[in-house]
C-alpha cells in the first residue's frame, strides 16, 4: 500500500468492514425472526414515552455524521503532503529532493522531459516523458538501476515506493511547402 494513500484507504476498510458485518447480522436476524418487525415494540413504545430524548439524540448522531463527512471529504481534496526529509542533522526538502530525482531521469537516453514530487513519507511520484522511437523497456531498466537505486542509495533506505506514468512526447509537424520556381516571385505573374 503506498503511504500517501493510506489516510484514504483505512477508513474506506473499516467502513466497509462495519457493512459487511451489518448486513450479515441483518441476514442472519431476518432468517430467525421471519414474522417480528425489524424494531422491537417494547423499543417502540419507550421511544415514544421519551420522545424529546430521541429526537435529541438523533439530531446529534445526524450532526456528528454531517461533520464526520465532511472532514473525510476535507482530507480526500486536500493537496498532498510534500514532506521534507531529516537526515541525521540535515534537512533535505522535497523540492530538492525532486529536483536531483528529474534532473537523473532526463539523463536518460530516450527521456525528453521527467517530473518529479514527493508525496508521502516519502514516495516518489515520476512522470516521464519519451521521445518517439524511445526503448521502453531499457528505459525501465536504466530508471530502477540509476536513478532510483541512486534516491533509495542517497535517503539511505531498502525501499522507495515509486508511481511512475511514461508518456509518449508529441511527434513534431513537418511543414511540407510548395517549391516556387525561380523565376516566379510571389505576387507576379508571367505574361
Known amino acids: 500500500m503506498n503511504p500517501s494513500n493510506r489516510p484514504g484507504r483505512v477508513p474506506t476498510a473499516v467502513l466497509g468492514a462495519l457493512a459487511l458485518l451489518v448486513g450479515g447480522a441483518a441476514v442472519l436476524l431476518h432468517r430467525f425472526a421471519v414474522d417480528r418487525p425489524v424494531l422491537d415494540p417494547v423499543v417502540l413504545d419507550w421511544a415514544r414515552r421519551h420522545l424529546l430524548p430521541v429526537r435529541l439524540g438523533l439530531i446529534a448522531l445526524g450532526l456528528l455524521a454531517v461533520v464526520l463527512g465532511l472532514r473525510w471529504a476535507w482530507r480526500a481534496i486536500r493537496p498532498e503532503r510534500h514532506p521534507d526529509l531529516f537526515l541525521d542533522d540535515v534537512v533535505v526538502t522535497a523540492k530538492a529532493l525532486a529536483a536531483a530525482v528529474r534532473a537523473d531521469a532526463e539523463q536518460l537516453p530516450g ?18 516523458t519519451l ?23 542517497a535517503l539511505g533506505v531498502d525501499v522507495l515506493p515509486t508511481a511512475v506514468r511514461l508518456d509518449l512526447a508529441k511527434r513534431e509537424r513537418q511543414r511540407v511547402r510548395p517549391a516556387r520556381s525561380p523565376g516566379r516571385m510571389a505576387g507576379w505573374r508571367s505574361r
Open 111 to 128: 527521456v525528453a522531459a521527467a517530473k518529479v514530487s514527493v508525496v508521502g513519507t516519502p514516495a516518489l511520484r515520476l512522470r516521464l
Open 131 to 153: 521521445r518517439h522511437g524511445a526503448d521502453v523497456r531499457h528505459v525501465w531498466r536504466e530508471l530502477d538501476g540509476l536513478v532510483l537505486s541512486r534516491a533509495r542509495t
